[in-house]
Nanobody, 124 residues
Framework: QEQLVESGGGSVQAGDSLRLSCVAS????????MGWFRQAPGKAREFVAS????????YYADSAKGRFTISRDNAKNTVYLQMNSLKPEDTAVYYC?????????????????WGQGTQVTVSS
């Protein structure tokens, strides 16, 4: 059974950094693309970043470009989201997702396994 478990969320001040981790189990991690999404209170879930099966391709939402970095360690079945220069508008529950194929970009339907989410709160 496929499972994704996120960690690394927390409460920080504006300008701080956080690194989210997501450990996958249940199917061959290195064969699938991975993504991060987020959902702020009262808003729809939105795409943040994605990475291909090898790590060779990445894709970012405009809000994440230049501040966030997605990476993966296939030996550890783990995908990361390094978030720098955090802003209050980054406050959300962050979800890890696994693609149906080797690489996906921003569409939720391209992902078929989801984690339970980790809360990130940024105060000004």
């Amino acid at each position: 059974q496929e499972q994704l478990v996120e960690s690394g969320g927390g409460s920080v001040q504006a300008g701080d950094s956080l690194r989210l981790s997501c450990v996958a189990s249940g199917r061959t991690f290195r064969s699938y693309g991975m993504g991060w999404f987020r959902q702020a209170p009262g808003k729809a879930r939105e795409f943040v970043a994605s990475i291909s099966w090898s790590g060779g391709s990445t894709y970012y939402a405009d809000s994440a470009k230049g501040r966030f970095t997605i990476s993966r360690d296939n030996a550890k079945n783990t995908v990361y989201l390094q978030m720098n220069s955090l802003k209050p508008e980054d406050t959300a529950v962050y979800y890890c997702a696994q693609s149906r194929g080797t690489y996906s970009e921003a569409k939720e339907w391209e992902y078929d396994v989801w984690g339970q989410g980790t809360q990130v709160t940024v105060s000004s």
